[in-house]
């Protein structure tokens, strides 16, 4: 199973479907995948058309061209971040577009190369894992440009790295290289640049290959840990109960007792919250 190999339609961002991975592309390298204002609204439909799609198991973030993302688009949308937080606002529909990211059921990974600065670090660090290359650089260069970067995106990136590195990035504004990416945990992989489409695509067919019963079980308890630093009672429940009326979990004992490869069935949910 290849990725691939590039966006099936022009836009600013687009979906494509290859067996069980569906990526969604940043498509403007000529600005070096800067989002603008059409590629914010436009990433949730994508999450969710990808959601949507029974065949797809993992879904991948990457650019066009030689960059992850440059950032938000500053020429086109500076104005509009003096605008407020109401609807319709560049704030609002940049919270949206990362929540979804976010929330998304089925696993995300960022592929990582090039500049990943400000917007592209923010929709990294929505995913649940990021695999670089070594010519990565990352940074959040709000200080340079005189605004505050959204609360929910701090979070975001505190809870993954800590807060003292969180200061750092801020108030400097600096790009680290690949080597701090790697030491602060920005990445969970950082190979050699013609390593990481094979790095992807190995770890996300794995991914798909594994129980999706359990992988929404992990993302939803791990959001309700991000939520209040313990995993509710009633998460763990409900997906207890769960894998013991699903199909997944009497595959995978027998397939371990019979020493051959699982084939997982569950596809969603079957008991009401």
């Known amino acids: 199973m290849a990725l691939q190999a590039g966006p099936l339609v022009d836009g600013d961002v687009s979906a494509s479907v290859d067996g069980a991975i569906g990526t969604i592309w940043l498509n403007r390298p000529a600005k070096r995948n800067a989002v603008s204002l059409e590629s914010w609204a436009g990433i949730p439909a994508l999450v969710h058309q990808l959601e949507d799609d029974p065949a797809v198991k993992v879904i991948v973030f990457r650019g066009v061209g030689d960059h992850f993302c440059g950032g938000a688009d500053i020429a ?20 949206v577009a990362e929540e979804t990211i976010a929330a998304a059921t ?7 190369k090039g500049y990943c600065v400000g917007g592209g670090c923010q929709i990294s660090l929505a995913c649940d894992l990021r695999i670089a290359d070594t010519t990565v650089k ?29 200061r750092y990035i801020l108030y400097s504004g600096d790009i680290i290289d690949a080597d701090l990416v790697a030491q602060w945990g920005m990445a969970d992989f950082v190979v050699a640049p013609d390593a990481l489409e094979a790095k992807v695509e190995a770890v996300a067919t794995m991914i798909a290959s594994r129980s999706a019963l359990t992988i929404r079980a992990t993302k939803e308890q791990l959001a309700s840990f991000d939520a209040s630093s313990t995993i509710a009672d009633d998460v763990t429940a409900y997906w207890e109960h769960e894998a013991k009326i699903g199909p997944d979990i009497t595959e995978g004992v027998d397939a371990f007792v019979n020493k051959r490869t699982p084939a997982f069935t569950w596809t969603g949910p079957t008991t009401a919250r």
């Open 76 to 95: 086109t949308i500076g104005a509009q971040l003096t605008d407020g937080d109401g609807p319709g606002s560049y704030r609002q529909i940049n919270k």
């Open 138 to 166: 990352m940074g959040i260069t709000v200080a340079k440009l005189g605004f505050s970067y959204p609360g929910f995106a701090l979070e975001r990136c505190a809870r993954l790295i800590g807060a003292s590195k969180t």
């Open 106 to 112: 089925k696993p995300t990974i960022a592929m990582l």
